[in-house]
């Protein structure tokens, strides 16, 4: 194919590798298993001399066209797709990682992403420590150590904190870690962490590139050299592989992943500019909002302001229960870059295993909802959150 397509051509077209019938959609190669020709050809497939497949845990064709379109589109040398996106931070993480290392984190993490670095981990003898990731006087603090990885998300889930990538990448590398960024919020629709100087960049394809609420998946993107040379084995040995057919899902979406993402961030845009004259919401977290207190640095580093906000209500859990329990339209989810506009309050659901003193650090209130905006006309939308807010104030 030609080398220097562009993105939307690329989210179409890249990776596509038709087999001898011709066919135009991608196929999907639903099997585990590959014959050989004879004996020879079996032991010479396993002595890695014959650029072949060997078996759907290793390898398939439809998973190799999801990798590869998913690798040109974010500017990667390689791409290993796993079966959820927790199965990619565990295996870009767990592949690095000998007992006695250290790694340096954001605090504001997603749940399970915390729960790995502060309690799965330190079994090995892995510990991590963890930042304002906002901070850079922080990192560097904390990077005057050396580590072996750094790990955080910007923007953050669930309240959008925005970390400086280049700025940390630098201080990180310094160190002598591997930068690791798990992307989810931003898609790789708008920010490009491996031009920022991250090293790997780590996505649940669950949300925004499913992103209709179908199927699971995750994906690592890094340089030929980090993929092959210091993951593969442990991808390969250790099962963290995504099944072909949620691969074909996922390779057809992203065909229209542009598409969605735009509208999901045009229609997040409005709604982050409603709430924020709404008298019973005390506070709106949108990186496309000048309130946002990193707003200017969002936007060096992003393209829109994302499909994610956060908003808190003057009072307390009981007052974000109602504006919830008032939706007519937007669902109560804790899933999220859904084409479906979804809801949730995260303190009670995906941070309730956090400890509450994390949780204030990481700004997280009672009163505080996510809201992951999807592709309704945005006019419904508003006028659902305006009748729940009303309900909730009388
Ligand atoms: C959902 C999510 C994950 C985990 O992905 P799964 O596909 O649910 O395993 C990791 N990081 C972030 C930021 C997420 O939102």
């Known amino acids: 194919m030609k080398k220097d397509l562009r993105r939307d051509t690329l989210l179409v077209r890249a990776g596509l590798m038709r087999s001898p019938h011709q066919e135009t959609s991608e196929a999907m190669y639903l099997n585990s298993g590959y014959v050989y020709d004879s004996a020879e050809d079996a032991a010479s497939a396993f002595a890695g001399e014959a650029d072949r497949y060997v078996y759907s845990r290793y390898g398939n064709p439809t998973v190799t066209m999801f990798q590869d379109r998913l690798a040109a589109l974010e500017g990667a040398e390689a791409c290993l797709a796993t079966g959820t996106g927790m199965a990619a931070v565990f295996a870009a993480l767990a592949s690095q990682l000998n007992a006695g290392d250290r790694v340096v984190a954001s605090r504001a993490l997603f749940g399970a992403c915390y ?15 963890f930042v304002d990731g906002t901070d850079l006087g922080a990192w560097e603090r904390a990077l005057a150590t050396p580590a072996k990885v750094v790990f955080f998300e910007s923007p953050s889930n669930p309240m959008l904190d925005i970390v400086d990538i280049r700025a940390v990448s630098e201080m990180a590398h310094a160190a002598g870690a591997t930068v690791m960024i798990d992307n989810v919020f931003a898609t790789p629709m708008s920010q490009h962490p491996l031009q920022l100087g991250a090293d790997v960049v780590i996505y649940s394809a669950t949300k925004h ?88 640095l969002a936007m060096r580093q992003m393209e829109n302001g994302g499909t994610l906000l956060a908003f808190t209500l003057h009072g307390d859990q009981a007052t974000a229960f109602s504006v919830l329990n008032s939706l007519q339209l937007i669902d109560i989810s804790n899933n999220l870059g859904d084409s479906k506009t979804l809801a949730c309050h995260p303190a009670s659901t995906t941070h309730s295993s956090v400890d509450a003193s994390d949780r204030d650090e990481m700004n997280i209130g009672a009163a505080s909802i996510r809201l992951s905006v999807g592709l309704e006309d945005v006019d419904d939308l508003i006028d659902d959150l305006a009748q729940a807010l009303e309900q909730t104030m009388r």
Do not use: C
Not at 115 to 129: F, N, Q, Y
């Open 115 to 129: 729960a790995i670095l502060k309690d799965i981990l330190p079994r090995w003898g892995v510990i991590t420590e």
């Open 209 to 296: 590139i499913d992103g209709q609420g179908r199927v699971m998946g995750g994906a690592v993107l890094a340089s030929e050299e980090f993929i092959s040379e210091r993951m593969l084995k442990f991808y390969r040995q250790t099962g963290p592989t995504i099944t072909p057919f949620n691969a074909w899902v996922m390779l057809k979406s992203l065909e229209t992943l542009g598409l969605r993402v735009d509208r999901q961030a045009s229609n997040a845009a409005r709604l982050a500019n409603w709430l924020e004259g709404h008298g019973i919401v005390s506070n709106v977290r949108y990186p496309g909002l000048a309130s946002h207190p990193q707003h200017d």
